[in-house]
């Protein structure tokens, strides 16, 4: 128990470390010491010494930037890990049910044929359009069986349909501009990321990681199949309700705030998975940290490879995750001998 | 009174899959679940564990239907073997026996020792003690059950239930097994197709045949030439060479072919 919280102990600061030196790098020449006053004033009340413009660049820009980068790291490899484990599909990944795909047509939806008459967010239009297609996965998995692979099935029925609907209303409906900026955030950005956005996606990240670490032995049960896991004790119906709903929400919201991140929810988990073995009570802490780290740096190197112009995280997340998918992939077909 | 089926039914769609089937194994003995395929040993394993709920009649543990326990605490009770058990996950022997503890841990709550001691024991009782590191992917058919076995072991059972748990097994690792199980304290009920093993390892055998039981008792007593004719449709020879009450089945043709 104390090897374990040393492990965390140890992972939070080697993100705390990161999110500070991420903030310092990029164009306005900051220093990790500015980083602390700054935080320090705005969370004690003095004077920082630094010019506005500066102060806003790191509590207004940089900070919630970075810090939703973490956010969006963790939540995407938590819910990654609990996919791949629920479904024991390896190719599972946060978005499998079509949760993203529903959030790009909410967000089209506002913004190219202005439903909501401005009123609407492109949040809160991605948000009930996650939600829509969670529920359409849900009712169509029930209706199709309710087993593991027809939930997989149904994902990618939804995932589909969305995508076409996606699509469909950007062609028909929008300018080059709309579709320009479209394009951009279905492929995942931090670069809008304020205060709203941290704190909503950071509730959401703790209801899911407390929710889904409590479930750790259920998901080890599931080693085995569903059928194993019920002579284990595990109500298998509500277990799976609960974790996939709650991984559906936690992702909702992240790619309401940030747009559909792919890779990290695919990649990071096998990765923390051949780190600490295949037990989720290990697992799951180590997936969240690994992905909170890994997405603050690829974010960094996002908006800076070829600054002033700014790559998609979600590029840049594939850019490097493919490489290393492959490794992981080549890792296990010599241990499968 | 432990484990027991009274009038149980079930159907797939219209198909009755089992017909108002009653079993009581004797406590602390092996009994044989016996049929050809889709006589309903299976579904009536998947009913006694209550992984499935019957569509009528009940299944009891201790004269307390199944359905007003919580699964948890069945779990710690009844154990099950499945046939062929797979996964994509990279576990070692260990981490299957570790399984069996999730009943008896609560959330949150890192294993304590009788943890340890059951895992420990149930290696040791199954000859894995000094596998425990070997990941679960290396190991053959034959060890790949004793490690269903010691997992099931570790979940501390009284009741035990494996279903055709050596069909993938050469003849070696069959009788292994069997004995493995008959020597095990607890009560066992094991559905079977290999007549002689049945016979040979069995206290108590039941023969389903179209989701009904269609005889029960020793091997002795229930495997006879005329039983066999009827439940498999084979022209059969019983012996019982050792005089002992456990017979010797050789099968010399079928009956639908006119031999």
Known sequence: ?337 | MTLAADRVTRTAGSTPLLDGVSITPPPGAMTGLLGPNGSGKSTLLRLLCGVTAPAAGAVTLDGRPLDQLRRRDVARRVAVVEQQADTLVELTVADVVRLGRIPHRRAWAPPAEPDDRAVRDALERTGLADRADRPWHTLSGGERQRAQIARALAQEPRELLLDEPTNHLDIQHQHDLLHLVRTLPVTSVVALHDLNLAAMYCDHVVVLRRGRVVAAGTPGEVLTEALIADVYGVRAVVTDPDTDGRPHIRVVGTLSRGH
């Open chain 1, 1 to 337: 128990m104390t090897a374990a919280l040393l492990r965390t102990a140890a992972g939070l600061a080697v993100l705390a470390a990161s999110v500070a030196l991420a903030i310092t790098i990029g164009p306005a020449d900051i220093g990790v010491t500015d980083v602390w006053s700054v935080v320090a004033s705005h969370l004690g009340g003095d004077a920082t010494g630094l010019s506005p413009i500066r102060d806003g660049i790191v509590w207004n820009l940089r900070l919630p930037r970075t810090l939703l980068a973490a956010v969006c790291g963790a939540g995407l490899a938590l819910c990654g890990a609990v996919m791949q484990s629920l479904l024991r599909n390896p190719l599972a990944d946060p978005f499998v049910l079509g949760v993203s795909s529903g959030a790009s047509t909410g967000a089209v939806v506002v913004v190219v044929l202005g439903f909501g008459g401005g009123a609407l967010s492109v949040s809160a239009g991605a948000f009930a359009g996650a939600v829509c297609s969670f529920a359409a996965m849900l009712l169509l998995s029930h209706v199709l069986g309710g087993t593991t692979d027809r939930v997989v099935l149904s994902g990618v029925a939804a995932m589909q349909l969305f995508s076409a609907l996606t699509s469909f209303v950007v062609v028909t409906s929008a300018d080059a501009e709309t579709t320009r900026g479209v394009l951009f955030w279905l492929l995942g950005s931090l670069g809008g990321a304020g205060w709203t956005d941290v704190w909503l996606c950071l509730a959401a990240l703790a209801l899911g990681l407390a929710v889904c670490l409590g479930h750790g032995r259920t998901l080890d049960a599931f080693a085995f199949g569903q059928d194993a896991a019920a002579t284990l004790g595990v109500d298998v119906a509500r277990a799976r309700a609960v974790l996939l709903c709650v991984t559906a929400l936690l992702t909702a919201a992240l790619v309401s705030s940030a747009g559909a991140i792919g890779f990290v929810g695919l990649v990071l988990p096998h990765a923390a998975r051949a780190l600490t073995g295949p037990g989720h009570g290990r697992l799951l802490p180590a997936a969240a940290l690994g992905g909170a780290v890994f997405l603050v740096w690829v974010d960094t190197l996002a908006r800076t490879v070829i600054a002033p112009q700014e790559v998609p995280v979600g590029v840049v997340t594939s850019l490097v995750g493919v490489p290393a998918f492959v490794l992981v992939l080549y890792r296990t077909r010599r241990t499968r001998r």
